[in-house]
């Protein structure tokens, strides 16, 4: 199983040092004047995540359980103070891993061995010399350089082959960091990891292996229904915590793709859990363009599920008789644009995604309905008019005309008859529209909202003012009054994209108090 590398990354902690039990006591000892249920806390959250850095623990010792600041030379005094504990009772054989280090004596020359930790350099390299273990790796580094850096430098200064590159560790953090790197990853005593990676290590005398690669052969792929939305919701909550997707999917609205059965929603599962889907989405303007997403659990990465979904979902939309595909990538996930890239598809245009944390108490500058143009002139009058916003959840002949009339004065585009109230089948979106006169309203703009339930997030788009009525402060005025009503609902995020070379919008979104989080890179591929 291991000859297909020549490189072997090892974790230190619970690989090749039994050193989990004595680090905890060691924090308790550390933290012993401070409260003991928080103390405890600490040491669970060390034993749950061996991969990460004690600066990181003591950080969120502080940060998360005592909510208290701390600056980085009290974090830097705290760690030396456990480091000098550890220094005395961790150069001890006894503790070694006799499975793991009989293997790494045996053929340190048959590969590349490194040592990859998140524990403390210096007190890394210590140990390692007095327990004679320095001879068989080529490098022994740690923290407080995070390990998928440390692992991404030894691939980067080697030249190392990625494809003949493993790292072996008894964490999920491990795990994450050959993920990061694209490299294969080997779970070794922590039983947890039996279904992460690329196989799993039961013991290295003699070599057992369980292998999971060969497991892809058992995931199961079919067409959703209505008996899988527990099972969609669940995996939309772990890629939100893990990728921060911002994935959200109103009951309503599942139940009413599956009935309608236009559209193409595949899932995948394994072992019976559902750990990947593949959606696309045929476009209402133009039934022969889809959008398509992919998403796969952490945990199954890198076994092939992704190619699956995909030629499965391409198949289906050819008999669709889709022509055009449209996917989405993000900067900060730059394996799914190296798939989408892959796959043949080319990049069309970027946007900046950019949010704004909602106050409690609203965003609006406090002049409710009301609105003063900062500058030019209206019609004789129409400063003293009324300004209001108009909330839509459901389609009309007068909102559809107001709808295209904001799109193709605005955006130069056309819309089908009709187009509104398809979209507002989803329950989670909303239409403001924002008018001036009180007889005969007048519009001015709009905006469509889509609230994200479960991030309590709302995310903005088709944002658009009349081009007769812009340079006025109303677009500004427009936002600020829907992010008041939004905050004032609970919603603590607002997001929304903006093509990259809008200036003038981003300016705007950024006066109004959005940054920019990320870039996104929208894709194409023709499909022949």
Request: proline residues 2%; hydrophobic residues 35%.
């Amino acid at each position: 199983m291991l000859e297909k590398f020549d490189t072997i990354i090892f974790d230190f902690d619970g690989v090749i040092l039994n050193s989990m039990d004595i680090k905890g006591n060691g924090l308790r000892k550390v933290f012993e004047s401070y409260p003991r249920d928080k103390v405890e806390k600490l040491v669970e959250f060390h034993h749950e995540n061996g991969g990460v850095s004690r600066y990181a623990k003591i950080r969120y010792f502080f940060e998360e359980l005592l909510g208290e600041e701390i600056s980085e030379d009290e974090v830097v005094e705290y760690a030396e103070k456990f480091s000098k504990q550890m220094r005395v009772e961790l150069d001890n054989e006894e503790y070694l891993i006799e499975d793991s280090v009989n293997f790494i004596k045996q053929n340190h020359q048959n590969y590349h061995l490194h040592i990859a930790s998140g524990a403390d350099e210096n007190e890394l390299q210590y140990i390692c010399r007095r327990l004679d273990l320095g001879k068989y790796f080529k490098t022994i580094e740690g923290s407080p350089t995070p390990k998928e850096v440390l692992v991404e430098g030894i691939l980067t200064s080697y030249g190392y082959d990625q494809n003949a590159t493993l790292l072996i560790g008894d964490s999920k953090n491990d795990y994450e960091a050959a993920r990061e790197n694209e490299i294969s990853f080997a779970g070794y005593n922590n039983e947890v990891l039996k279904t992460y990676g690329d196989f799993y290590i039961e013991s290295f005398k003699p070599l057992k292996i369980q292998k999971i690669t060969e497991a892809a052969t058992e995931f199961t792929l079919r067409g959703i229904a209505l008996e899988d939305e527990q099972d969609f919701q669940a995996l939309i909550e772990v890629l939100n915590d893990g990728d921060d997707l911002g994935y959200s999917v109103e009951t309503q609205w599942y139940r009413k793709v599956i009935e309608e059965d236009k559209h193409i929603i595949i899932v995948a599962r394994y072992l019976g859990e559902l750990v990947g889907v593949f959606t696309g989405m045929i476009n209402t303007q133009d039934e022969r363009a889809m959008n398509l997403n992919i998403a796969v659990h952490p945990k199954v990465r890198r076994r092939g599920l992704g190619t699956k979904l995909y030629k499965e979902g391409i198949k289906r939309a050819r008999e669709k008789n889709i022509e055009k595909l449209e996917a989405y990538g993000k900067n900060r996930i730059p394996g799914g644009m190296k798939f989408l890239e892959k796959q043949g598809f080319s990049i069309g245009f970027y946007s900046w995604e950019m949010k704004k944390e909602l106050n409690k108490r609203g965003d609006s500058p406090g002049k409710a309905y009301k609105v003063n143009p900062s500058k030019g002139d209206l019609k004789s009058g129409e400063e003293k008019l009324q300004w209001r916003l108009q909330e839509v959840a459901k389609s009309s002949e007068e909102n559809e005309e107001k709808y295209g009339t904001l799109l193709k004065e605005c955006f130069d585009d056309g819309i089908s008859q009709g187009a509104l109230g398809e979209m507002l089948k989803d329950p989670s979106i909303r239409v403001w529209y924002m008018e001036i006169g009180d007889i005969r309203p007048k519009l001015v703009g709009g905006l469509v909202v889509q609230f994200k339930e479960n991030t309590k997030t709302a995310y903005l788009f088709d944002i658009a003012v009349r081009p007769k009525y812009r340079g006025k402060g109303m677009g500004l005025w427009m936002i600020e009054e829907v992010l008041r009503k939004l905050s004032e609902r609970g919603y603590k995020t607002a997001s929304l994209l903006v093509a990259g070379e809008n200036e003038k919008a981003l300016a705007l979104y950024k006066k109004a108090g959005f940054t920019v989080q990320d870039e996104e890179i929208v894709f194409y591929k023709a499909l022949g």
